[in-house]
């Protein structure tokens, strides 16, 4: 890539996207991504719908736009491929994406906003910004036309993507990036049942947890069977601890509530 004459390779932005698009060189079967050969703050990428899903034998395209400031601040994600899940060219509202800053963490990449993008799509939009809700009988017939969908920079999507089963694999880095995700979930059950955008995060947890078992369980087989020996042997101890772990954490969240309340 001839970024290196362009950019002040200096800088933090650049240095971290020209490791990233080094890092995401190659299609994997899910997804793929890379900057524009005139823009390193903008790239196309090229995701799979998620199998078991109105979304499976579909492809999408898009951009993404990427701060000056990143990887402190989050990149926006824009759909250019009609999907029924998100609306096209328009940023679009993931709890890692533009809209909610606060969530963004400087650890994550565009490998980690690709992976929350495919695991979002089959989640109810809840009217947060730019979702549709769209029957599953519409979304299918969108993924089919989506395999003849062609970008006027990138040609046809379709062939884009990686076709002989590569796929690579979360790493355990990763693997505790998107387990954080899933606490913050649960941390806050109270924040669920009132603001509609935290439900997809529920649900992301979901996709998310299920991906991490896979690949988890295997290495957390023999930890798992330590701790549970223990547990056995503590058992007592360990229900007062979540007894009482419980209710600090019930007063917390009352005394939280009541500041931001009042
Ligand atoms: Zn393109």
Not at 26 to 32: C, D, G, H, L, R
Not at 174 to 199: F, Q, R, Y
Not at 204 to 218: D, G, S, T, W
């Amino acid at each position: 890539m001839a970024f290196e004459g362009k950019y002040n390779t200096k800088s933090p932005a650049v240095k971290r996207l020209m490791r990233e698009a080094q890092e995401l060189h190659e299609a994997t079967e899910e997804y793929y991504a890379s900057p524009l050969e005139e823009n390193l703050f903008e790239w196309h990428f090229t995701v799979r719908g998620p199998p078991s899903s109105p979304f499976e034998g579909g492809v999408y395209h898009g951009r993404i736009l990427l701060p000056p400031e990143y990887p402190m601040k989050p990149p926006n994600i824009i759909l250019l491929t009609p999907n029924g899940r998100f609306e096209i060219n328009k940023k679009i509202c993931l709890s890692i994406s533009g809209h909610h800053p606060e969530t963004w963490q400087p650890s994550w990449s565009i490998r980690t906003a690709l992976l929350a993008l495919i695991a979002f799509m089959p989640t109810p939009g809840n009217d947060t910004i730019g979702a549709l809700d769209y029957t599953p009988e519409e979304r299918q017939t969108l993924a089919k036309k989506s395999q003849s969908w062609q970008c006027e920079t990138c040609g046809k999507i379709v062939d884009l993507l990686s076709k002989d089963g590569k796929s690579q694999p979360i790493t355990a880095e990763e693997g505790h990036i998107l387990g954080s995700i899933t606490l913050k979930a649960e941390e806050s059950p109270a924040s669920a049942t009132t603001a509609p955008t935290s439900l997809p995060t529920a649900n992301f947890k979901q996709i998310l947890r299920q991906r991490l078992m896979e690949r988890h369980r295997a290495n957390n087989n023999f930890a798992q069977r330590t701790q549970n020996s223990d547990t056995l042997s503590s058992s007592n101890n360990l229900f007062w601890t979540i007894l009482i772990a419980s209710l600090v954490s019930a007063i917390i969240l009352l005394v939280l509530r009541r500041l931001f309340l009042v």
